[in-house]
T-cell receptor
Framework: QKEVEQNSGPLSVPEGAIASLNCTYSDRGSQSFFWYRQYSGKSPELIMSIYSNGDKEDGRFTAQLNKASQYVSLLIRDSQPSDSATYLCAVKYNNAGNMLTFGGGTRLMVKP | GAVVSQHPSRVICKSGTSVKIECRSLDFQATTMFWYRQFPKQSLMLMATSNEGSKATYEQGVEKDKFLINHASLTLSTLTVTSAHPEDSSFYIC????????????FGPGTRLTVT
């Protein structure tokens, strides 16, 4: 069974802190990984993609990938109340066509 | 950009009627689109993969005769919920892959269906 696991949260951090969101996946051969943000009542929005081991930075967001540990994370620096949302991790598994497998999401709450 | 639109954004229908939802890629071509359903406070559930010019591929447990999918062009896929029942009330979201690109999916804004 191809799975993507995330802690459902809520993860609560104070404004200005670093929020760390984690995701594990079951297929060692996976090559493409994505983070989506979903505000309550809205559809998901792509915020980061990562394909190689290591870190990828985009503004306040950093995605980290460790294929050996089958682990991908998202760091949000200087967290703002507007970052409060559910963050979905998605993995493109081999032999799955163009389909992505989504985790259940982690709810992040940034408190002013 | 990679913009996906959905229409309608919100629909209320009576039990037993059919509802059609449109998903359009506005600034790119999409051979493959996806339809998801999401119940309150639950995660996305993939219903089907829509392929331009061919039959959709449905996930296990999704009734293909109830959820009709048509992908007649490279920018438009439609989902028709036939003989809707109150239990079909949900948030329906489409997404699209940009042809020739990697596997990012770009989501439409979603359609909230309420069946009374």
């Amino acid at each position: 069974q191809k799975e993507v696991e995330q802690n459902s949260g809520p993860l609560s951090v104070p404004e200005g802190a670093i929020a760390s969101l984690n995701c594990t996946y079951s297929d060692r051969g996976s090559q493409s990984f994505f983070w989506y943000r979903q505000y309550s009542g809205k559809s998901p929005e792509l915020i980061m993609s990562i394909y190689s081991n290591g870190d990828k930075e985009d503004g306040r967001f950093t995605a980290q990938l460790n294929k050996a540990s089958q682990y991908v994370s998202l760091l949000i620096r200087d967290s703002q109340p507007s970052d409060s949302a559910t963050y979905l991790c998605a993995v493109k598994y081999n032999n799955a066509g163009n389909m992505l497998t989504f985790g259940g999401g982690t709810r992040l709450m940034v408190k002013p | 950009g990679a913009v996906v639109s959905q229409h309608p954004s919100r629909v209320i229908c009576k039990s037993g009627t059919s509802v059609k939802i449109e998903c359009r890629s506005l600034d790119f071509q999409a051979t493959t689109m996806f339809w998801y359903r999401q119940f309150p406070k639950q995660s996305l559930m993939l219903m089907a993969t829509s392929n331009e010019g061919s039959k959709a591929t449905y996930e296990q447990g999704v009734e293909k005769d109830k959820f009709l999918i048509n992908h007649a062009s490279l920018t438009l896929s439609t989902l028709t919920v036939t003989s809707a029942h109150p239990e079909d009330s949900s948030f329906y979201i489409c997404s699209a892959n940009r042809d020739g690109q990697t596997y990012e999916q770009y989501f439409g804004p979603g359609t909230r269906l309420t069946v009374t």
